[in-house]
């Protein structure tokens, strides 16, 4: 079964701005990646290349902490402990105190906004025990995600022992988009400044693009000497969220015009586009206790060109029918965007939104005398 639904636009409105998109122009970067939060890849200049990250490290960190507060392993209430090797950092740092506790919620805030080292190395202790066993989840997260040219040494993003953490910005933005899906964060990386330690710490944000950048959210900021200046910087602007990844800029401005440029791209050149309500519509299922099963796409929203939204048209391909039972995520088809000289621009999976349960003996029998008694 297919469906198309042609959607018409403001033509003289799309094609004015199409007109006045201004080129992406020379990062003073070795790399750099733009991406839509939904993990859609916008733009990349040498986005391969292993570089070190410093402190933007912290955006694995912190998405291992998401996750496990996601999970239940911990509160935001929970104490964490600073042992004596976590104090040991030094860098940016809060200047913990072996044995010292604060709540996780502190630790978040420390880690986000002043970018502390010593905070770091103690969430990582307490969610898997030892730095060391915490690096392994980082590094197993990453390949999860598809990260290539990535491996972590440790939480913070300082220099080892003749080691060095390694990943390029396609990683880093990666990293950042499954971050990005666990909104309490931006609670944390949109904070400019704030205090821990009952007001005794006061705490300034690394990331000055949040006072500087229209709809700036964060993410992290990253610098030693080595890995240069480097941030993945995360907005959002008329419901558009994207992530842009600078990595190895020679100077705090440069990470800052690199950053801004890719976002003002991105801003500039796509917009979120949502199909029209009645492109999905309800399967019938047969034999089902459910008449029917919604298909919904994986992706919350898809990424498409300014320039090419004048004309679009949205074509489904799915089953007339289904045969329960329906398994919730069951592969049902797929959904083409096609521009209007019929070049595809995005191909997404359709799942179903939900399951739906094989009718039993008992609801057949009943279904059966419910007719008879209908007179049908």
Request: hydrophobic share 45%.
């Amino acid at each position: 079964m297919k469906k198309i639904v042609c959607l018409t636009f403001c033509l003289g409105l799309l094609l004015q701005s199409a007109l006045a998109l201004p080129e992406m122009g020379t990062l003073s970067a070795k790399s750099a990646a733009l991406y839509a939060a939904n993990g859609q890849m916008l733009y990349e200049y040498n986005a391969e290349e292993e570089l070190q990250p410093a402190s933007v490290t912290k955006i694995m960190t912190m998405l291992l902490a998401m996750e496990a507060l996601e999970r239940g392993d911990v509160t935001l209430d929970t104490m964490i402990t600073g042992s004596e090797y976590a104090c040991s950092m030094g860098g940016t740092q809060i200047w913990l105190e072996p044995g010292e506790q604060m709540p996780l919620d502190d630790m978040l805030k420390a880690i986000a906004v002043g970018s502390a080292n010593d905070c770091a190395v103690a969430v990582a202790e307490h969610l898997a025990g030892t730095e060391a066993a915490f690096v392994e989840k980082m590094n197993a997260r990453a390949a999860e995600l598809g990260c290539q040219n990535t491996t972590f040494i440790n939480a913070n993003g300082l220099d080892g022992m003749g080691q060095k953490t390694l990943t390029s910005a396609r990683d880093l933005a990666l990293i950042s988009c499954e971050l990005l899906k666990h909104p309490k964060i931006l609670d944390y990386t949109g904070i400019w400044m704030d205090s821990i330690r009952g007001g005794k710490f006061a705490l300034a944000n690394t990331n000055k693009m949040l006072k500087s950048y229209q709809g700036l959210t964060g993410l992290k900021t990253g610098y030693i000497s080595e890995a240069g200046f480097c941030i993945s910087a995360s907005a959002e602007r008329d419901g558009l969220s994207i992530v842009a990844v600078v990595m190895a800029a020679p100077t705090k401005e440069d990470r800052m015009a690199a950053a801004t440029a890719l976002l003002n791209y991105g801003f500039a050149n796509f917009a979120a586009y949502t199909p029209p309500a009645d492109v999905l519509q309800p399967i019938p299922v047969t034999l089902g206790r459910a008449d029917s099963v919604m298909p919904a796409m994986d992706q919350g929203e898809l990424i498409v060109e300014k320039a090419k939204m004048a004309e679009m048209s949205a074509e489904v391909t799915l089953p007339e029918t289904l045969a329960a039972p329906v398994e919730r995520g069951q592969h049902l088809g797929e959904l083409t965007v096609r521009d209007a000289g019929g070049e595809t621009l995005l191909t997404v999976p359709l799942y179903a939104s939900e399951a739906v349960e094989a009718k039993g003996l008992r609801d057949l029998f009943t279904a059966f005398f419910d007719s008879l008694t209908n007179g049908e």
